[in-house]
């Protein structure tokens, strides 16, 4: 196997980012075991990675939670891909060695930056419910939520994917190599195999009672009933049949045909709780372009993806009234965590309230980003203790607001990278299939999502109804932040993560980290995390965020340590492009 990565500019991020990168460049690399070095899970000192520094480049970089997945778009760039073709690339990758997060069976946001026009385009691969879905999917027959599990695992969850589509939809707009060759090195990883990273191993063994209700799930990740474990070699054949029909046929070979009916028998006939997903559903998917949110910051725009995420404006709130207060004290300042904190919970509150897949329910997406607006909800953190309420504000609209909050339940997962190419196109995506291994259903080599539970399992409150309430053809709400910060026109700072509802937080903390605290990308994406949702302010288990302790609860905050998986990759681009690859996964930074 040929390895165009010879010769990259690589400096170590931390110790364990030095030893992935010197095994990444190996040119023999593609051996099994060549990235076993990989950063171990959460439970390590994050603090003193804190110090590692950035990987630098010149003319191109790609940072992602997997390193087989950044070589694929290495080599893409290297062999002069754009930033279009190099995410065909990595996602092609992710989904195999990286599937219980993101894949062709899920959906995804991209924001990407084209240079050539200085244009910044929002595309929207979001999974869509299904014709027959009904407001009440996820109640029983009493009209009450059904429990998390009970909704995830099986058929009912699943929202025809649009992962394939954006793939397809981002090459069609700026891709320069044939699409064919971009899923050439998935297809070959995933005959000749690779090894299951200690990350995978330990969400399978945790998983294995889910995973093993579904025959061809447990099979593949349990085979013999005996979970994988870290270092196994696993191949997909049938995953690499599944690209070779999307290499030869598109992504029209994924939405009609022979898969398209394997993935509806699949979720029609999943035993104990089917779904409603149809060939019809399927067909008719369609990627949606929509206006890029940006909010002002620090003289920066902030720009990513607008309903059906509230990333952008949820980040967008948040930055917008702290714009008004000075965090330069820093991230163990409890003045600066207390500001953070409840300003995000504000944030929240309009989120629950108003943010829904503005193709169903009227968003006021202007008003709730609007600079008057976010400065007057700031003067509500003008005191020095946590706020005893918080409810949504009023932003300007001009149409009747009656939603309701919201109900919705987002736990951990996904994945995000980003990419600069040689000639300054950018790329930034968050790409998911939900919950961990998503609906735990398994198809042609690829996990199906369950990302149906990102809609509200209530769908009205004292006869209200809630704006991310379930909708047949509707897009359920996310918390995706896919990121790409302006400045003076140009693109400075490309940036996300994965992490459920929190993603908000760990976003708009990096990007605080980056311009209020003087951080670089490195030291930004590792810094120990602080984030506040809806009240309960959670600080990162075994790191120095847990001294804030004291002082917020003395400020009235509640607070609890644990652990915050975060999943950053960033890349900022100045005079040289410089990545950094959340320590907290097993992702790294390549670049030339
Ligand atoms: N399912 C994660 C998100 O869309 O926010």
Request: hydrophobic residues 45%; glycine residues 12%; aromatic residues 6%.
């Amino acid at each position: 196997m040929r390895y165009f990565l010879s010769g990259l500019t690589l400096l170590a991020a931390s110790a364990v980012h030095a030893q992935q990168a010197a095994d990444a460049v190996q040119p023999e690399a593609a051996t099994q075991g060549a990235f076993q070095a990989i950063s171990p899970e959460v439970a390590t000192a994050l603090d003193a990675k804190f110090a590692g520094v950035p990987v630098e480049a010149q003319n191109w970089m790609v940072a992602a939670a997997n390193p087989w997945a950044v070589k694929a778009g290495a080599d893409a760039l290297a062999n002069g891909g754009s930033a279009a073709d190099a995410l065909v690339a990595v996602q092609a990758m992710l989904g195999l060695v990286e599937p219980q997060s993101s894949g062709i069976g899920g959906g995804a946001f991209l924001v990407y930056y084209d240079a050539a026009t200085a244009t910044l385009t929002t595309l929207d691969g979001r999974e869509t419910a299904p014709l027959a879905a009904t407001p009440r999917l996820f109640q029983d027959g009493d009209g009450e939520p059904l429990g998390f599990y009970d909704a995830v695992v099986g058929g009912l969850s699943v929202g025809t994917p649009g992962t394939p589509a954006l793939m397809e939809d981002a090459h069609v707009r700026w891709g320069k190599l044939p699409w064919a060759d971009l899923l050439a090195p998935a297809i070959e990883r995933a005959e000749s195999g690779f090894d299951v990273s200690p990350r995978l191993a330990g969400l399978i063994e945790g998983d294995a009672e889910r995973l093993g209700r579904f025959a061809t799930t447990s099979e593949y990740f349990m085979p013999g009933g005996t979970p994988l474990a870290a270092g196994d070699l696993l191949q997909n054949q049938a995953y690499a049949d599944t690209l070779r029909a999307m290499a030869d046929g598109g992504a029209r070979a994924f939405y009609t045909g022979d898969i398209a009916a394997d993935i509806v028998a699949t979720v029609q006939g999943a035993e104990g709780n089917p779904g409603v997903l149809s060939a019809v559903d399927l067909s008719i998917y369609r990627v949606k372009e929509r206006p890029p949110v940006c909010a002002t910051y620090r003289a920066h725009n902030v720009c990513g993806m607008g309903p059906p995420s509230s990333g952008a404006l949820t980040v967008g709130q948040i930055l917008g009234m702290l714009e008004n207060y000075d965090l330069s004290a820093g991230p163990n300042d409890p003045e600066v965590r207390r500001l953070i904190g409840d300003a995000s919970r504000l944030a929240f509150a309009d989120r629950g309230r108003y943010m829904a897949d503005s193709d169903f329910v009227p968003v006021p997406t202007d008003g709730l980003v609007a600079p008057a607006y976010l400065a007057e909800r700031a003067k509500l953190l003008g005191g020095d203790a946590a706020l005893a309420e918080v409810a949504p504000g009023s932003p300007e609209f001009d149409h009747a607001l009656i939603w309701a909050d919201d109900a919705s339940i987002e736990l951990p997962s996904t994945s995000h990278f980003v990419i600069v190419d040689a000639t300054g196109n950018v790329a930034s995506m968050t790409t998911t299939i939900e919950n961990g291994f998503g609906s735990r259903l398994m198809v042609r080599g690829f996990l199906l999502n369950n990302e149906l539970t990102d809609f509200s399992f209530r769908s009205q409150a004292d006869g209200v109804p809630i704006a991310n309430r379930v909708e047949p053809g509707k897009r359920p709400r996310s918390s995706m932040a896919p990121s790409i910060v302006m400045k003076d026109g140009a693109p400075v700072l490309a940036i996300g993560s994965p992490g459920g509802s929190r993603i908000i937080g760990y976003v708009a903390e990096s990007i605080i980290a980056h311009l209020d605290w003087g951080m670089d990308v490195q030291q930004a994406v590792s810094v120990p995390h602080a984030v506040n949702r809806f009240g309960k302010y959670d600080v990162e288990e075994g790191t120095s965020a847990e001294a804030l302790t004291e002082a917020l609860t003395g400020m009235g905050f509640e607070v609890g340590a644990r652990a915050l998986t975060s999943g950053l990759h960033a890349i900022s681009i100045g005079e040289t492009l410089k990545g950094g690859a959340d320590p907290r996964r097993e992702g790294i930074a390549l670049g030339q």
